[in-house]
């Protein structure tokens, strides 16, 4: 499982080594929401292509080893005592937005520049996905329990509409 302490301890070890990143996935709502609202098995992330060599030895000197890569969608790093990273390169343009590869090359994922907003983890700020993103992200599949949860939160937290 991927706590609290864990979230700050990896992004101020990313933060020391020059990385950008931001939170996705079920952290990045509950960062959202300012509060954690359910256990999560890893944590997303999504950081500047351009400094993955950064990112790497950064969480390589923590002891994370890649498991599985999907470049350039996505890559996955886990550390001996289960803790999983899932990391999503992304190419920025002057606008500030950015665009992550999808399976689809004809398809990628878009993120307009107003969609990397600030949340909270534990009290402390930390960079995260907007709402509006992380219901952009949870369309087109068959939503598990911990989805539907998640969508639930953001609905009652931002009264907004999600499709599940």
């Given at each position: 499982m991927m706590t609290a302490d864990d979230v700050l301890v990896v992004l101020a070890l990313l933060r020391r080594a020059g990385a950008d990143v931001w939170i996705g996935g079920g952290w990045g709502i509950d960062a959202l929401v300012g509060a954690e609202t359910r256990?999560?098995?890893?944590?997303?992330?999504?950081?500047?292509?351009?400094?993955?060599?950064?990112?790497?030895?950064?969480?390589?000197?923590?002891?994370?080893?890649?498991?599985?890569?999907?470049?350039?969608?996505?890559?996955?790093?886990?550390?001996?005592?289960?803790?999983?990273?899932?990391?999503?390169?992304?190419?920025?343009?002057?606008?500030?937005?950015a665009r992550q590869a999808s399976f689809d090359p004809e398809r990628p994922f878009g993120y307009p520049a107003h969609v990397f907003v600030t949340g909270t983890v534990a009290g402390e700020p930390v960079p995260c996905l907007s709402a509006e993103q992380q219901v952009r992200f949870h369309q087109g599949y068959e939503p598990a329990d911990h989805d539907r949860h998640d969508m639930a939160q953001l609905r009652r937290a931002f009264g907004i509409a999600t499709h599940f």
């Open positions: 256990e999560h098995r890893d944590l997303d992330l999504m950081h500047r292509h351009e400094q993955e060599p950064a990112v790497l030895a950064a969480l390589a000197g923590a002891g994370f080893v890649e498991t599985l890569d999907w470049r350039p969608v996505r890559f996955v790093v886990t550390h001996a005592d289960g803790r999983e990273l899932d990391l999503h390169p992304l190419h920025f343009a002057d606008d500030g937005s």
